[in-house]
């Protein structure tokens, strides 16, 4: 089975994550901007950030033989810290950058004035970068939040098949779907979606324009959902192609639309003395150890 883990938070991830992912048949990732889950204090703390799923996180993945790509963008929640907020004058060199695929996550939290205002920005940006979005539904009060959203996409004037809107769910899909933006879905142990649900929903709606990620942050998560989904769409009588075109094709055409996909296969993990800015994933030296 090969995977394209759309959506993927791997700043908070482990190495092991890493390897399993592998082995569960990942080759490429998503890594979107997000918060830090306590308040930033200011924009040096994006930046710092930003060149870390540019640099070091990019390098990580390649030594377990993944893809990293990465999303940058002031998120919904830290739209409302005026801290946080000057970060709008900045992004626009980091949106140049290789490796950065898409404008997110943007969109809403709490779907607040200053929220509203950093959306359109960044939709804008997005627009003058010749990217596609990524974008962010509420997790309070969803179906309100994904009309605004659509409604906001709308205004924007940016061509709707640029567009996945996250985080949806059954009540939400049909909306998304009418829009003609993309559809995402992030699969979670105990909240969000589910791979049994993803499958119905799946079977209902069709393969077409359908993101299926982990989302996998510092929170209770599994960076093996993507797989797991493979599992039961096959489990649940989807075809290998179909599994291929939702965990695979999708994610690449979707992100593709950037021309900064990288998709060269990549070893997997060995003890190479790789390092970037002097650091190495290694720790120990094993071999030198055992001689």
């Not at 829009?179 to 499958?199: A, H, L, N």
Request: aromatic content about 8%.
């Amino acid at each position: 089975m090969r995977l394209f883990d759309p959506h993927i938070h791997m700043t908070s991830r482990t190495t092991d994550d890493y390897e399993a992912m592998y082995a569960a048949g990942v080759r490429a990732l998503v890594e979107p901007a997000f918060w830090l889950g306590q308040p930033r204090t200011g924009v040096s703390s994006f930046t710092d950030y930003f060149d870390g799923l540019i640099g070091w996180e990019r390098f990580r993945a390649a030594q377990f033989g993944i893809r990293h790509h990465c999303t940058i963008a002031l998120n919904p929640k830290e739209a409302n810290d005026p801290r946080c907020t000057p970060v709008l004058d900045v992004l626009p060199r980091y949106l140049a950058k290789d490796g950065v695929v898409a404008v997110g996550e943007v969109g809403y939290d709490s779907m607040t004035p200053a929220e509203d205002d950093a959306f359109a920005r960044q939709l804008e940006m997005a627009k003058e970068h010749d990217l596609p979005v990524l974008v962010h539904t509420p997790h309070r009060d969803k179906l309100e939040g994904t009309k605004r959203t659509l409604a906001v996409v709308a205004e924007s004037g940016i061509a709707p098949e640029r567009v996945v809107v996250d985080h949806l769910n059954e009540v939400t899909v049909g909306l998304v779907k009418e829009s003609g933006c993309w559809m995402g879905f992030s699969i979670y142990p105990d909240t969000k979606m589910d791979e049994q649900r993803m499958v119905a929903i799946l079977r209902e709606h069709g393969t077409e324009k359908m993101l299926v990620n982990s989302a996998a942050d510092w929170g209770r998560s599994d960076p093996l959902k993507v797989h797991k989904t493979g599992l039961a769409m096959l489990d649940g009588g989807f075809t290998e192609s179909d599994v291929d075109t939702v965990l695979w094709d999708n994610p690449v055409t979707f992100y593709g639309q950037s021309g900064r996909l990288v998709l060269d296969e990549l070893p997997g993990f060995s003890a190479a003395k790789e390092t970037f800015e002097g650091n190495s994933v290694l720790r120990g030296g094993r071999d030198e150890a055992v001689a």
